[in-house]
């Protein structure tokens, strides 16, 4: 996979992790901010943003 910024901004500006079992998974930024959002697996809220270097 070739890294490029603006690819990379697109590919994890929506995607969130869960932080409990690590699930990746797309949503929207401002549902997850409100709460809307469950991980698909484990229906847990902690979901943080995917931001890798
Ligand atoms: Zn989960």
Do not use: H, Q, W, Y
């Not at 901004?9 to 995607?15: I, P």
């Amino acid at each position: 996979m070739v890294k490029f910024p603006e690819a990379t901004k697109r590919l994890f500006g929506n995607v969130f992790v869960c932080r409990k079992c690590k699930t990746k998974m797309k949503a929207d930024s401002a549902k997850v901010r409100k709460g809307k959002i469950l991980c698909k697996k484990c229906n847990s809220k902690a979901l943080r943003p995917v931001r890798k270097k």
